[in-house]
């Protein structure tokens, strides 16, 4: 059987005087990292040759000849005996070598109206698409954690910090169902990236187009993709879909990143508020105390590496001419990198939400400590008709005067309040308790226990339709 890549072991050697020096075949090899692809290179190879029989380009014996070989290479991968050649580039042309090796002429016909510029940018985009179905899964399922856990706890008191200093009392399970909000807008920002990463670059070929008479509509279908990449230059030199993941991933773990930044904080024996599970914690080598939170503080620490993948995809497509440039091979690594890295931390939280052990008593005491509810109170004197500059200025006076006496708002004697404003009675009691602050915030969005209920229960019933 003449195969070419055997002989001359590179696809346009015909021309070349010199074989490729080692250095370089090294250096612009990618087939360590991109044969990744290898199923979505397979399945794009499969609906072309398809489409091509079809039109009647190829043979219907040629189509059963590379469908059966594709189907043994795609079995000899996963069976781990496929032999990857670095002398071979990259995934498409050690996929194709194999394929004329099985099937003789046949394999040779495949590449007919095709370049591996259309093919890869295909392969990325088949590949991406359903890593988005995942991570949209897998953010599904931490938001239904984190649900379940502010389920528990609509009537436990957090101190609501602003500059980290204590504000206002809300529940953790308002708190929670914050990052609820973050996480479900990450999942509408990847179902956005998903519909235009659903399109098919097959057809343009090299650049241009080409001159046989491809279907490129019945590819797509083929494919599950939702149309074509209608100008042929733009679908082999642009990876704005690549950019805009990257993006979306970098955003999410940022929402990852603050909420283990508060986890890490609530740890800390200062603030005491939760325990994480022992299987989420390590020891120290030396402080034989130390129970440390290393999930989160990875977490924090990999959002750097995935906000850095955006900015080298970024910048890897600023100064490229159009169309394809072999710039674009070194897309890969980060988009890959990011999808690990998002999709593992993904898989992470969902485990260790559930396992979040909640020090009621300790949150509560520290929102009591920090006079919570002094804008409950001005609000209070604002309802008596106090206009709500002088009512500020009065609780100011009433909270320096506890903090001297080293008690609470509360602990107030009625005397002692109505020295500070005489609109003061005895019905201020139930505004001074956190209980009564957080009841009495039941505007839509607050944190008043009926509201976030309700909010708990719409969020279940949109996370599991
Ligand atoms: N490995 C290449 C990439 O990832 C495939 C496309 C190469 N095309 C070319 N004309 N050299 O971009």
């Known amino acids: 059987m003449s195969n070419q890549f055997e002989k001359k072991s590179e696809a346009w050697s015909a021309l ?75 995934v498409h042309l050690n996929i194709e070598a194999r394929l004329v ?46 649900v379940g856990l502010a389920d528990k706890h609509t009537e ?103 909420f283990s930044e508060e986890l890490v904080l609530w740890m800390n024996q200062s603030f005491g508020f939760i325990e994480l599970a022992d299987r989420f914690c390590t020891g120290s080598s030396i402080m034989p105390q130390k129970k440390n939170p290393d999930v989160p503080e990875l977490a924090r620490g990999k959002t750097g590496r995935v906000a ?18 072999k710039d674009n091979q070194e897309d890969k690594e980060p988009l890959f990198d990011s999808v690990d890295t998002l999709q593992d931390t993904l898989r992470v939280f969902v485990e260790l939400v559930p396992g979040i052990g909640v020090k009621a008593e300790a949150m509560e005491s520290a929102a009591a400590k920090g006079y919570a509810t002094a804008t409950d109170l001005a609000d209070y004197l604002v309802k008596k008709g106090v206009p709500f500059r002088d009512a500020h200025e009065a609780v100011a006076h009433a909270v320096k005067h506890a903090i001297q006496q080293g008690i609470a708002l509360g602990d107030l004697t009625l005397e002692a309040l109505q020295g500070f404003h005489p609109a003061i009675t005895s019905d ?32 279940r019933a949109r996370l599991r339709r």
């Open 16 to 90: 070349f005087s010199e074989p490729t020096s080692e250095l370089v075949k090294r250096y612009t090899a990618s087939v360590a990292f991109d044969r990744r692809l290898w199923r979505a290179d397979i399945a794009g190879s499969r609906a072309h040759a398809e489409m091509l029989a079809m039109q009647g380009v190829i043979a219907a014996a040629d189509l059963a000849a590379i469908e059966s070989g594709l189907a043994t290479i795609a079995s000899e991968i996963e069976n781990g005996s496929f032999e990857w050649r670095l002398d071979l580039e990259d």
């Open 428 to 459: 201020v009691r139930g505004v001074l308790t956190l209980r009564g602050s957080i009841a009495s915030r039941t505007v839509e969005g607050g944190t008043a226990p009926e509201r976030v209920k309700s909010e708990i229960a719409r969020h």
């Open 308 to 325: 850095g993948h955006l900015m080298g995809l970024l910048m890897l497509m600023k100064g490229q001419p159009l169309a394809y440039n």
């Open 156 to 258: 436990t008191i957090l101190p609501g910090f602003t500059h980290l200093q204590v504000a206002q009392p809300v529940s953790l399970a308002h708190h929670l169902l914050a990052y609820v909000e973050m996480f479900s807008r990450d999942a509408e920002r990847m179902g956005e990236v998903y519909a235009r990463t659903n399109r098919l670059p097959l057809g343009a070929a090299a650049l241009a187009g080409t001159s046989y008479p491809l279907d490129r509509e019945a590819v797509a279908k083929a494919l599950g993709m939702d149309g074509i990449c209608r100008n042929s230059i733009d679908a082999v030199s642009d990876r704005d879909f690549a950019i805009e993941f990257t993006a979306a991933a970098a955003l999410c773990m940022v929402h990852v990143s603050r």
């Open 101 to 146: 090796e099985l099937a003789g002429d046949a394999g040779k016909r495949l590449h007919t109206g095709r370049s591996r510029n259309d093919q890869v940018a295909t392969d990325v985009r088949l590949w991406l698409r359903d890593e988005i179905r995942t991570i949209r899964a897998l953010l599904a399922d931490l938001q239904l954690a984190l």
